[in-house]
């Protein structure tokens, strides 16, 4: 009786507020073989898709746009109460960012698939025509984070989709409801519904889609689930963008605006309660600057409102769980008694409900703690100094992730030849997390942060497999390369070799003249 409850137990997900604790839905969990009959139903799909005209592919995605506008409030408050963000920021980083990406794909989508000719420099090459032509993969699956439940599987389905993919998504167990609602919206639009699945599902259900029948895979989570997945790819040379976790530093030069700095901070610590890949974690400040950052940062920490973000006056919600609200303490109780100061923060607020931290300010961290090293993933800022702009270079690429980084400096020359050294997918000057919102912009990490990259013109390239397609000029002449080898073929060759890549004119000439006969010699075959 018991193993049946349990069984009955992990066949439902069950998704809730971290806010409230009230269970929003319960929702049967997809089986390996739903997963395996939703990519069969892709595939099947897809090439009908694939053949129809890019213009009618963008015209589903302008419907989309226009169905999220209208809905856009909905939206922004199903995401609060799923994932706890405040619905203000659900706007600005989840809806916003998702009609931008979708402006992206509708702007760009013509001039990226159309064919690419490729003029070839090679002499002997001049009798062809070259051109490169992106076609789909087939079926893109993706696995998707609870931590922005719509923007970043929005962002790989709209991109995977305008080039002509079918897409099935299985999003984290802790934000289904999010993936449905994308999934609806795009239905609505006009989208056949083979062309976009959900499979909801917990770990092994991510699993079983990356060993179905899927063409590529983006996967987006943690360092430890993207190795797994990477390993199981890899195992069937299947093609994969992994987007993993990041130790982010912000580098505050001593010519840096504190007011502006310490704001910035505060919102790339804070937003989300921390819980952002992207999310400042580790905070270095010139020594100059050190005692009157940490002084503004706390009086502004005190500022701050925590709650229920479904009140528009909240700034920072609630973690997502208990699990990650451990990892957090267990990181601000290590640094605090291995020495930091505790100036804000560092407890749980009970008052508000179980999964809500205050926002922490932890000064003279040293680099070798765990909230310098491993991902905090929650509303934690460890701050500690640097005296020179070669020790700040030093701290920010001692790590093994590199998502992303930030300079902040009143001289843009300082600060880009500080962005230049630091080994990051993407450096920001006196900004955060908001290159994210930029739908040009790619988005992806170096190091353990992750493969390959989304959003902007590199993201839609993930989404295609590129063919190089050769037609010949002369298609009644056999080729001079062909059979019929022999003493002087070998010398007009080397006479060839000479009139390209010879070092004077005097050598290109005599090559010329050897190689003449090249283009006059018939195939012995
Ligand atoms: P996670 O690794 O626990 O889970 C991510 C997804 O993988 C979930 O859908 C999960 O169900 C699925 N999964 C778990 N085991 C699997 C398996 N064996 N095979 C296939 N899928 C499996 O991550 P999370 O807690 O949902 O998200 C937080 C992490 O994601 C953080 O580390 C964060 O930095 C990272 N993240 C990275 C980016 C980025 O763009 N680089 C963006 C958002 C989040």
């Not at 699956?141 to 923007?151: E, K, Q, R």
């Not at 299947?238 to 910035?264: Q, Y």
């Not at 009644?476 to 890549?501: A, E, T």
Request: proline share 5%; glycine share 8%; charged share 20%.
């Amino acid at each position: 009786m018991a193993s049946e409850a349990r069984t009955v137990r992990t066949a439902i997900i069950v998704s809730t507020n971290p806010a409230t604790g009230e269970v929003l839905a319960e929702l049967p969990c997809a089986t390996p073989d739903d997963v395996r009959a939703a990519v069969t139903r892709a595939k099947a799909a897809q090439p009908q898709w694939q053949a129809t005209t890019v213009h009618d592919r963008i015209a589903v995605l302008r419907k989309f746009q226009q169905l999220l506008s209208e809905h856009r409030n909905d939206v922004a408050q199903l995401i609060c109460r799923e994932a706890g963000k405040p619905t203000a920021e659900a706007l600005a980083t989840e809806v916003l960012v998702v009609l931008d990406a979708a402006q992206f794909c509708i702007a760009n989508a013509y001039r990226f698939l159309r064919d690419q000719p490729l003029p070839h420099a090679n002499l002997a090459m001049k009798t062809k025509r070259g051109k490169l032509v992106h076609e789909p993969y087939g079926v893109i699956g993706i696995v998707a984070p609870w931590n922005y439940p719509f923007s970043i599987p929005a962002i790989e389905t709209l991109g995977a989709l305008v080039t002509g993919n079918a897409v099935v998504l299985k999003p984290s167990e802790l934000t289904p409801l999010v993936a449905l609602e994308l999934q609806r919206l795009l239905l609505a639009a006009g989208l056949h519904p083979d062309l976009m699945q959900v499979v909801v599902g917990e770990g092994p259900a991510g699993a079983a889609l990356v060993e179905s029948a899927i063409d590529k895979l983006m996967f987006t989570g943690s360092v430890a689930t993207g190795k797994r997945v990477g390993e199981a790819a890899a195992r069937r040379l299947l093609p994969v963008v992994l987007e993993l976790g990041g130790k982010d530093p912000m580098l505050v030069l001593d010519d840096a605006d504190v007011e502006v700095a310490t704001s910035g901070a505060l919102w790339a610590a804070f937003m989300n309660a921390g819980q952002t890949c992207l999310s400042l974690e580790r905070c270095y400040v010139h020594r100059s600057l050190y005692e009157p950052f940490l002084a503004k940062c706390r009086e502004k920490i005190a500022r701050l409102r925590v709650g229920n973000g479904i009140d528009s006056e909240v700034e920072i919600g609630p973690m997502i769980h208990q699990r990650q609200l451990k990892i957090v303490e267990e990181q601000v109780n290590d640094a605090v008694q291995r020495g930091a100061r505790l100036l804000a923060g560092g407890k749980r607020l009970a008052e508000l409900g179980p999964n809500f931290y205050a926002p922490t300010l932890l000064g003279d961290v040293t680099h070798d703690m765990r909230v310098m090293q491993e991902e905090t993933f929650g509303p934690v800022l460890p701050v500690a100094p640097f005296d020179s702009d070669e020790d700040a270079i030093r701290l920010a690429n001692d790590s093994e992730f590199g998502l992303a980084a930030s300079v902040w400096t009143s001289s843009r020359r300082r600060g880009e030849a500080m962005a230049a050294r630091i080994k990051a997918g993407t450096v920001m000057l006196n900004d955060m997390i908001s290159c994210f919102g930029i739908a040009e912009a790619p988005h992806g990490g170096f190091k353990q942060s992750g493969i390959g990259r989304i959003h902007g013109e590199m993201g839609l390239r993930e989404m295609v497999q590129t063919k190089y397609v050769d037609v010949d000029l002369i298609p009644r002449i056999r080729k001079v390369w062909w059979f019929g080898y022999g003493k002087q073929y070998q010398q007009q060759m080397n006479g060839l070799i000479d009139l390209l890549f010879a070092g004077s004119w005097g050598k290109k000439l005599q090559g010329a003249l050897r190689s003449a006969g090249l283009f006059r010699r018939s195939t012995r075959i």
